[in-house]
């Protein structure tokens, strides 16, 4: 007797919980073979409302939070993604249209990253902040801090690692992360956000949307909460609209070159001088 398939039901990630969207929507996506492979949630507005709310106020608790114990957490999600490498190799092919040593690929470099990010939490510091030479009875540091909430529009390909070389240096200096998963390949971010609510990352650090870019930048671009944003996933006209409404609270906002840098997690910190009289 034949039996019935299971299809999942993909949901949004929002404060470590998988709400469908406010709206009820959904929008179709097909393989490279042009078959339907799933519906995935439309984020609304309100769903990109919620996930900033989220996102700040779970952003003091991952910011305070050793950068050691960062590390740590970075690292664990590296291990459980390793553990489901083969779903991970198995959407990329039929997104990607892919053979499976080159998803294996893929896959292998986005868990080789979030290693080679935890290993930057606790080193900022020493290659950022300093300690200053004033002139005066004083001890003058500069320390780099967390900027605060983070927009990213991951890369459309590669599917998976686009996504992780995107997130991980954001969330590895204690900012907390609103993800807008490609619009065309979003399932290895939905995946992704499993393996998160999995791991030791606390509720609403990273949250996940899927669904239309040109629906959600604008939001993005005039949402007083957040503070920076990776246009990765965008086109360069909808950067420049998107800086434009951007504008009103100075966002942050880059587009960086799709390799491993430290520079991608300092562009979203902020550097703080503190003064302390020297005693007697």
């Not at 686009?162 to 971010?189: D, F, H, K």
Request: neutral net charge.
């Amino acid at each position: 007797m034949s039996r019935i398939d299971i299809n999942k039901t993909y949901k949004l990630f929002i404060g470590g919980a998988f709400p469908r969207s406010e709206s009820g929507r959904v929008y179709e996506i097909k393989g490279n073979n042009k078959k339907f492979i799933a519906n995935p949630a439309l984020a609304s507005r309100k769903d990109l409302r919620d996930a900033v709310v989220a996102a700040k106020a779970a952003h003091s608790g991952w910011a305070n939070a050793t950068a050691f114990n960062r590390g740590q957490i970075l690292y664990r999600v590296a291990e459980i993604m390793q553990g489901r490498s083969d779903q991970f190799i198995d959407e990329i092919c039929a997104l990607e249209g892919v053979t499976t040593k080159v998803a294996k690929v893929q896959v292998e470099e986005a868990i080789d990253t979030w290693v080679w990010y935890s290993g930057w939490c606790d080193k900022l510091s020493s290659v950022s902040g300093s300690l200053n030479q004033v002139s005066g009875p004083f001890y003058n540091f500069t320390t780099p801090e967390a900027l605060g909430v983070v927009a990213i529009f991951a890369e459309n390909k590669p599917s998976l690692l686009g996504v992780v070389r995107t997130l991980a240096p954001v969330i590895a200096s204690g900012n907390s992360a609103v993800l807008i998963a490609s619009e065309s390949y979003p399932l290895p971010a939905i995946t992704l956000s499993e393996v998160l609510a999995t791991s030791d990352l606390p509720g609403g650090v990273v949250n996940i949307l899927t669904g239309k870019i040109a629906e959600l930048a604008p939001w993005v671009g005039s949402h007083m909460e957040i503070d920076g944003v990776d246009v990765a996933g965008l086109s360069k006209k909808q950067e420049e609209e998107l800086k434009l409404v951007g504008a009103d609270n100075l966002k942050r906002i880059f587009r960086f070159s799709p390799t491993n840098h430290p520079e991608r997690i300092l562009s979203f910190m902020e550097q703080k001088t503190v003064w302390h009289p020297i005693g007697l």
